[in-house]
């Protein structure tokens, strides 16, 4: 058994990053500061799920809600350490306590717009948390490191795959920018302190549990309760969907990786090769819900990229990464488990 910090394990990907290194049989550490970017009640969901209790919850307040949480899965070989990546202190006085094996660092403030809202908050939790974090571990000697980055990077890309040998220097968003210099960053910690890095960039990520600000889930709940859809653009963009269950087995098997190894950095896409448009998202959607959307046509947003597609050649040669559920399947898994919780 090993112990393993996972940071934003109370968020979307983080949760079901704790949940699969439990059932691997290892103890998990997750900092997260439940963050106001959405309802912290979905990242309680999202904990307890993690930890792998399905007990209900009788909500109190945030305050109150958050205390019960931390007695309730600190019971097992989980602990919840509610505190923030900015905060050296915190970093410190838990490791300190705790002899870890590897950290998996997810917390970030996600999504594209709002950064182009507060972009100095942006920075001051993705870049200066990131470094914090990267801080903390040159003091307690943890050495290996798998650090959440993204597609965006990429830029507007043509509609072709992205390749990690690719110039990325022209991010069109504060948080793409941001997610640059944590790579950057993890480079000069890995030159300087030895420290072995995968930087994994996810190609949008959906499955139980998503981001309630991304598109499959808005779509989702607008489709399922009848309410008008907003479009933006012709239809024509395209992302490479990354259903979770895929996600979560590459990045444990970078983490296998970087244990593995000594002297690596490493830039990883986590995509599936493929990509679907905006009006095949909707279509398969809308045929998995047997439901029509109601569509509204909006400009283009400003920040978004038109297209992504990742080339997994590096994945597949480096630890064996092979995605294996296709859109269609896993906008099924998604809208059964969706149902399941909303009845
Ligand atoms: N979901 C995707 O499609 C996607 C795509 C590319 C990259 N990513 C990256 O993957 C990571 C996880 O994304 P997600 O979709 O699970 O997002 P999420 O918002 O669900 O999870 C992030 C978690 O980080 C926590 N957090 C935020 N600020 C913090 C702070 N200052 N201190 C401690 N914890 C903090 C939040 O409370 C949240 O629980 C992020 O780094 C994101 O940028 C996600």
Request: include cysteine; proline fraction near 3%; glycine fraction near 8%.
């Given at each position: 058994?090993k112990?393993y910090?996972?940071?934003?394990?109370a968020?979307f990907?983080?949760?079901h990053?704790?949940?699969?290194l439990?059932?691997?049989?290892h103890?998990?550490i997750?900092?997260?500061n439940?963050?106001?970017?959405?309802?912290?009640?979905?990242?309680v969901?999202?904990v307890?799920?993690g930890?792998g209790?399905?007990?209900?919850?009788?909500w109190?307040d945030?305050?109150?809600?958050?205390?019960?949480?931390e007695?309730?899965?600190?019971e097992?070989?989980?602990?919840l350490c509610?505190a923030?990546?900015?905060?050296?202190?915190?970093?410190?006085?838990?490791?300190?306590?705790?002899q870890?094996?590897g950290?998996?660092?997810l917390a970030a403030l996600?999504?594209?717009?709002p950064?182009?809202?507060?972009?100095?908050l942006?920075e001051?939790v993705?870049?200066?948390?990131?470094?914090?974090l990267?801080?903390?571990?040159?003091r307690?000697?943890?050495?290996k490191w798998?650090?959440?980055?993204?597609?965006?990077?990429y830029?507007n890309h043509p509609?072709?795959?992205?390749?990690?040998?690719?110039?990325v220097?022209?991010?069109?968003?504060?948080?793409a920018?941001?997610?640059?210099?944590?790579?950057?960053?993890?480079?000069?910690y890995h030159?300087?302190?030895g420290?072995?890095?995968?930087m994994?960039?996810?190609?949008?990520?959906?499955?139980?549990?998503?981001?309630p600000d991304l598109?499959i889930?808005?779509?989702?709940?607008?489709?399922?309760?009848?309410?008008?859809?907003?479009l933006?653009g012709?239809?024509?963009?395209s992302?490479?969907y990354?259903?979770?269950?895929?996600t979560v087995?590459g990045i444990?098997?970078?983490?296998?990786?970087?244990?593995?190894h000594?002297?690596?950095?490493?830039?990883?896409?986590?995509?599936t090769?493929?990509?679907?448009?905006l009006?095949?998202m909707?279509?398969?959607?809308?045929?998995?819900?047997?439901?029509?959307a109601r569509l509204?046509?909006?400009?283009e947003?400003v920040?978004d990229?038109n297209?992504?597609?990742?080339?997994?050649?590096?994945a597949?040669?480096?630890?064996?990464?092979?995605?294996k559920?296709?859109f269609?399947?896993?906008?099924r898994?998604?809208?059964?488990w969706?149902?399941?919780v909303?009845?």
């Amino acid at each position: 058994m090993k112990t393993y910090c996972v940071t934003g394990g109370a968020g979307f990907i983080g949760s079901h990053v704790c949940r699969r290194l439990l059932e691997e049989g290892h103890r998990v550490i997750n900092i997260d500061n439940f963050s106001e970017f959405y309802d912290y009640r979905l990242k309680v969901a999202n904990v307890l799920r993690g930890a792998g209790l399905s007990a209900g919850f009788d909500w109190k307040d945030r305050e109150q809600d958050l205390r019960r949480l931390e007695t309730m899965v600190n019971e097992r070989q989980y602990r919840l350490c509610i505190a923030d990546i900015r905060d050296p202190h915190a970093l410190d006085a838990l490791f300190q306590s705790e002899q870890v094996d590897g950290i998996i660092h997810l917390a970030a403030l996600a999504g594209v717009r709002p950064s182009i809202e507060n972009p100095l908050l942006y920075e001051e939790v993705n870049v200066r948390g990131t470094m914090n974090l990267l801080e903390a571990m040159r003091r307690h000697g943890i050495r290996k490191w798998v650090c959440a980055s993204s597609s965006s990077v990429y830029g507007n890309h043509p509609d072709s795959p992205c390749s990690e040998s690719e110039a990325v220097d022209k991010p069109i968003s504060p948080y793409a920018a941001t997610k640059k210099a944590c790579e950057e960053m993890g480079f000069t910690y890995h030159h300087l302190y030895g420290i072995d890095v995968a930087m994994l960039r996810f190609f949008t990520v959906y499955g139980p549990g998503q981001r309630p600000d991304l598109a499959i889930n808005k779509f989702i709940r607008l489709i399922e309760s009848g309410d008008e859809v907003t479009l933006y653009g012709d239809g024509s963009t395209s992302r490479d969907y990354t259903y979770i269950d895929d996600t979560v087995n590459g990045i444990i098997r970078a983490l296998a990786y970087v244990e593995q190894h000594e002297q690596v950095y490493e830039i990883v896409n986590l995509g599936t090769g493929g990509t679907v448009s905006l009006h095949t998202m909707v279509k398969t959607i809308e045929e998995g819900l047997g439901k029509r959307a109601r569509l509204k046509a909006m400009p283009e947003q400003v920040g978004d990229v038109n297209h992504t597609m990742a080339n997994i050649a590096k994945a597949a040669e480096l630890f064996g990464y092979a995605p294996k559920i296709s859109f269609a399947d896993g906008i099924r898994k998604y809208i059964n488990w969706y149902r399941g919780v909303m009845q």
